[in-house]
């Protein structure tokens, strides 16, 4: 296991939980999870299963609405596409487990209503 998802496993938002809904984040729009930390919500790991719809748009105007920034680690490129043209700015983390810096890219906190 990467060392940011050991991070994140113990504060995973699963599809369809009580977070997972109030962001948008259910199984009839995504396969997958997501991780929160502190003030920022890590989407790594998840598939749209209806793309080119504004899903993922609508995800992360949700998750900024209730306060959280986002984080994308290690993106593959379809989502590396998407992140770049919101504004996302790359940056490094350093995992301890990893024992290396890695690519996170960053949209910052647009609100403060948890």
Known sequence: MRGWLRKLSDNLINLDSPLGKKLGFTSDLFEGW???TD????????ISLKPRQ?????LFNNINK???GIKVPTPFADMLAIIKKKGFVE???YFKEAGQ???VFVSMVKSDKK
């Open 101 to 103: 810096d890695i690519p």
């Open 66 to 68: 209730y306060g959280y």
């Open 91 to 93: 940056t490094k983390e």
């Open 34 to 36: 997501l991780g929160l």
């Open 39 to 46: 003030n920022y919500i890590y989407i790594s790991c998840i």
């Open 54 to 58: 504004g899903n993922l748009s609508k």
